[in-house]
């Protein structure tokens, strides 16, 4: 089946009781056993929810993947990912990540006697130079947030190989509509189906798909036993957004592509990153393993003053926290999403006072520019 199509039916199926052409919700914390050691295949919410089976095996035909594990939040995803390792171990990580894994990892798990080596993944050499005897993992954010650097997965996957590492990307910017990380090769996909997954700024929630099946037995058990799941109502919510993502992340990236080809031409443009342009560095491999580019656009004032005014004066634009939804959002990394990370991390990166990270939603494009161009020279 096409994208669209799985997207609106996978794991879904009509109500058998009523005929109901929604997945219903569970709203049920236990169930009725017949007899003692006999019942339907359910027992408590925590361990089994209908919807929540429906959203898992939903997301996972879209990632092209056997199996979906569904968690409260990206970040308890991600924390799941890490029952993978134990103390000792290494994991290579890619330096430019959202700052809540940044803060995880960095400011919690080395207290667990975890390391972590934080490189600039989109050279594939700092991959291996950064492996050792005790690295189990190699985590990848491409493209990164916020500074859209892009790391090449197969090449990834294949140094993984060569030494036994599993590879987890987080597909979180690009969603499977754009870029599927499985099918080139890698063991784990994570999501923050808090964004583009659901799209409407009302659920938080996290995903883990793969195809291996040790790695699913290990995370669905860490799902029951750390007790981390999302609500039957919040898997709902999703199940719902998933049947418009297609239609969605189509007009997120043609919106993108129109504003960041406005936003090179502006001299209020003092740096541009968007992966869409033919002037990213990356460009081509983003052509390569992505088959769009997705409505994430990162743009420096280059002056912290004129910053400030813009993010004051949008009216379209809101000023927030989060990505992926249907409105327009901006974000001031240094202060918000990657506050944790420590100042002279964030200058190495790019990652400076005078820089803002526009999700770009689905607006009409025209009332989006028009709101750059009047909060820019105000």
Not at 165 to 192: A, W
Not at 268 to 280: A, D, Q, S, V
Not at 320 to 343: D, I
């Amino acid at each position: 089946m096409g994208f669209a199509t799985d997207a609106i039916h996978a794991g879904q199926q009509s109500d058998p009781t009523t005929g109901a052409v929604m997945t219903p919700i569970y709203m049920t914390t236990t169930y009725e056993q017949e007899e003692l050691h006999k019942h339907k295949g359910f027992e408590y919410g925590r361990t089994h929810n209908l919807t929540r089976a429906a959203l898992e095996s939903n997301v996972a035909a879209l990632e092209k993947a056997k199996y979906g594990i569904a968690f409260a939040s990206g970040l308890a995803s991600i924390q799941a990912l890490l029952s993978l390792v134990k103390a000792g171990d290494h994991i290579v990580v890619s330096d430019n990540v959202y700052g809540g894994t940044y803060r995880l990892f960095e400011k919690y798990w080395t207290d667990y006697n975890l390391s972590f080596s934080w490189v600039d993944t989109s050279d594939l050499q700092n991959i291996k130079d950064a492996i050792n005897e005790n690295t189990k993992l190699l985590y990848l954010e491409t493209p990164t947030n916020p500074m859209l650097n892009l790391t090449d997965i197969s090449g990834t996957v294949e140094i993984a190989k060569q030494y036994g590492i599993k590879t987890i990307v987080d597909n979180t910017f690009m969603t499977p509509y754009f870029q599927r990380p499985i099918e080139l090769g890698v063991d784990i996909v994570v999501h923050s189906s808090t964004k583009y997954l659901n799209g409407h700024s009302d659920v938080i929630g996290g995903m883990v798909l793969t195809n291996d099946e040790a790695i699913q037995e290990r995370i669905r058990y860490i799902q029951n036993a750390a007790g981390a799941v999302p609500s039957p109502f919040d898997c709902w919510l999703t199940l719902r957004a998933t049947k418009t993502l297609a239609v969605r992340m189509k007009q997120h990236n043609e919106n993108a592509i129109q504003i960041a080809e406005f936003l090179k031409t502006q001299d209020f443009t003092h740096k541009l990153y968007y992966p869409g342009l033919n002037e990213h560095p990356q460009h081509e491999l983003a052509q390569e393993q992505m088959s769009g580019f997705g409505g994430i656009i990162s743009l420096d004032f280059g002056n912290m003053e004129l910053t400030k005014k813009f993010l004051k004066s949008v009216k379209v634009f809101t000023l927030a926290e989060s990505l992926g939804g249907v409105e327009s959002l901006l974000c001031h990394p240094a202060s918000m999403t990657h506050a944790a990370v420590p100042k002279e991390d964030r200058d190495k990166m790019g990652i400076t006072d005078s820089l803002v990270r526009l999700s770009v939603g689905i607006e009409d494009a025209e009332d989006l520019i028009d709101d750059i161009k009047l909060a820019a020279r105000m």
